[in-house]
Nanobody, 116 residues
Framework: QVQLVESGGGLVQPGGSLRLSCAAS????????MSWYRQAPGKERELVGT????????NYPSSVKGRFTISRDNAKNTVYLQMNSLQPEDTAVYYC?????????WGQGTQVTVSS
């Protein structure tokens, strides 16, 4: 079965950096686009980055463009989210996602808290 396991979250000061990882299994990772989403308390889940299956195409919303970088290692079945210049408004639970046929699959999420 599809499994997505996020790690790397934690508490960081404003201006700091974190790198999240998502280990994938149960599907053909190398042919699947992958995404990161986040959800802050009381807000809807929002997309923060998508990477194509080969890793040669990436998309970001304006809220994180220039600060966040999504990457992947198809040999390790892992997708990453490098987050720089973190701000308190980046505080959220971050989720890994893939879409297979018509179904969305999610990890359990990892908490990122940006606070001094």
């Amino acid at each position: 079965q599809v499994q997505l396991v996020e790690s790397g979250g934690g508490l960081v000061q404003p201006g700091g950096s974190l790198r999240l990882s998502c280990a994938a299994s149960g599907f053909t990772f190398s042919t699947s686009a992958m995404s990161w989403y986040r959800q802050a308390p009381g807000k809807e889940r929002e997309l923060v980055g998508t990477i194509s299956s080969a890793g040669n195409s990436r998309n970001y919303p304006s809220s994180v463009k220039g600060r966040f970088t999504i990457s992947r290692d198809n040999a390790k079945n892992t997708v990453y989210l490098q987050m720089n210049s973190l701000q308190p408004e980046d505080t959220a639970v971050y989720y890994c996602n893939t879409k297979i046929l018509l179904s969305n699959y999610w990890g359990q999420g990892t908490q990122v808290t940006v606070s001094s």
